[in-house]
């Protein structure tokens, strides 16, 4: 049986917060040699521990007992990052791409002295891609680029959607936002974590069908995208995902990130894996590790 890695909280300062970094390491390896670096972005409502658990589960823990040395984030106010979310967090996705995600990057690429894979859940990609798109010199410090379930514009119709979208998404949220200052999605038992209003609201306009532009300053994503030099991509999402990463949704943000040679896998018994996996499932099922983990783990060693 294999010994559960090593965990550590590291925290990064960004604009006045402390961005937590849950560190995860094989336990057997030299705490001085150089390992290649992985670092984990989660999506909305959410926060780093859709990725590992203390006691050993997860991707992150799979992928450090592989060798790798793992970093975990915790977007501001979320998880274990410091100051929690209140009324009074006036930060939205603008700050987690110009300063949180660029300021962990940094930290991670000055420990590590070499580039790192990106892995990311959800929103969580929608973000990343922002941040290589909007900032290139990034793309010297990133090997590789794995998305679970990255949408951004949602185009499938269906009840599901319509619920857990148009309803929830789009008008219950911003209003428990507005009553509370924040949307407590985890008090309400719609997520894991909180988010902010603005992130809340910025999210909404890039979720509706429409252009990539960015909200506070007008930035171009999607004309930008066009001249990025993307790193070997991988996107991963599973057939039983039908509103929050489902295929087609995911094939077009593919599209919109003109990143042509992007490679792309719908998880299902169909396609030879062992469960139809859903948005969440696709990293924390029990079965994953025995499942498409083992064949990510041979795609990064490629890369």
């Not at 990052?81 to 940094?106: L, R, V």
Request: charged share 25%.
């Amino acid at each position: 049986m294999s010994l559960s890695p090593e965990q550590a909280s590291l925290y990064v300062e960004s604009q006045g917060q402390q961005i937590h970094l849950r560190h995860i390491r094989a336990s057997n390896v030299n705490k001085d040699a150089i390992v290649t670096p992985i670092f984990m972005v989660h999506g909305a409502i959410e926060n780093g521990r859709i990725f590992y658990t203390e006691s050993g589960k997860g991707l992150a823990c799979f992928l450090a007992k592989q060798g790798f040395d793992v970093y975990v984030m915790d977007m501001r106010g979320r998880g274990k990052s410091k100051p929690t979310m209140s009324a009074s967090s006036d930060y939205g996705q603008f700050e987690t791409i110009n300063q949180d995600i660029p300021a962990c990057i940094d930290f991670i690429f000055e420990r590590s002295r070499q580039p790192m894979h990106l892995i990311c859940h959800s929103w969580g990609g929608v973000l990343l891609a922002s941040l290589l798109i909007r900032h290139p010199h990034y793309l010297d410090k990133v090997r590789s680029n794995v998305c679970f379930g990255t949408k951004r514009s949602i185009y499938r119709r269906s009840f599901e959607k319509w619920f857990k979208v148009n309803l929830v998404w789009n008008r219950f949220a911003p209003m428990m936002a507005k009553r509370h200052g924040f949307f407590d999605a985890k008090r309400l038992g719609i997520g894991a974590d909180s988010e902010s209003k603005m992130s809340l609201d910025e999210c909404i306009a890039w979720v509706n069908k429409g252009p990539w532009i960015d909200p506070r300053d007008g930035f171009d994503y999607g004309s930008a995208a066009e001249h990025t030099h993307w790193p070997p991509t991988w996107h991963l999402t599973g057939i039983k995902d039908l509103v929050l990463g489902y295929r087609g949704d995911v094939q077009r943000f593919i599209d919109e990130c003109r990143n042509e040679n992007a490679k792309f896998s719908l998880l299902s018994k169909q396609n030879g894996n062992m469960v139809d996996y859903d948005h969440n499932d696709i990293l924390t099922h029990r079965l994953a590790v025995d499942d498409h983990f083992p064949v990510l783990l041979n795609w990064l060693k490629q890369h």
